[in-house]
């Protein structure tokens, strides 16, 4: 079976042999949230707070109403294919304004799974980043290898709240990204190979 990735071209740069690019759709929220699902329906919207202070962008703001039970709540998410020997790098920008509990963390949770279209309940891996920095955006990133069998990735905008929080806790999210190094070696032998 052929296979055939998609990649923004306004992302994609080749660097010394290695393919980059950013696999998520709208991840600088400059007009709206399209390109997120909300599986939960949870609270979210479009805000026009940007981590860069564009005015011609804003971010996802979310909002956990949950009890606080000491996990993540995903609130929007992607699925996005992943590839067996790429690297992978995720993460965004996050603003806990300091109305909002404090100890409320941002978190990035990428869930790999076995199945090309994030089919099934069970990861394989679960990797996530996140921060609490109150009153600044502050940056959360990591990264991952992916392994012989982990096919698909769920990439999750969370938030986690400290155990008994009962008030809603909201967090901007801006600037995602979930970023793909593909070696030239891989990227010939699974792409240009007639
Ligand atoms: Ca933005």
């Known amino acids: 079976m052929k296979k ?14 290695t393919l980059t690019a950013n696999e998520l759709d709208n991840p600088e929220f400059d007009t709206d949230l399209s390109g997120w699902s909300n599986p939960s329906g949870r609270p979210a ?7 860069a202070d564009s005015a011609t962008s ?33 993460g965004a920008m996050t603003f806990l304004p300091t109305t909002e509990p404090s100890g409320t963390w941002a978190r990035v949770v990428v869930n790999l799974l076995d199945k090309p279209d994030c089919s099934g309940f069970d990861p394989v891996r679960s990797i996530f980043q996140g921060g609490f920095g ?35 806790a909201s967090v901007h999210f ?6 793909v190094s593909l070696p030239d070696e891989i990227f010939g032998d699974r792409f240009q190979a007639p």
Do not use: H, R
């Open 4 to 17: 055939t990735i998609f990649l923004a071209p306004l992302f994609s740069l080749f660097l010394g042999g």
């Open 45 to 51: 919207s479009w805000d026009s707070l940007d981590a």
């Open 58 to 90: 804003g971010s996802a703001m979310l909002t956990n109403e949950l009890p606080g039970s000491g996990g993540a709540v995903s609130i929007l998410s992607q699925c996005i294919s992943i590839i067996e020997g790429a690297d992978y790098s995720f």
């Open 134 to 168: 109150q009153g600044s955006w502050l940056q959360t990133s990591g990264n991952f290898a992916a392994q012989s069998g982990e096919l698909s990735a769920v990439v999750n905008l969370s938030i986690q709240k400290q155990d008994g929080v009962e008030a809603p």
């Open 174 to 179: 801006d600037n995602a990204f979930f970023i």
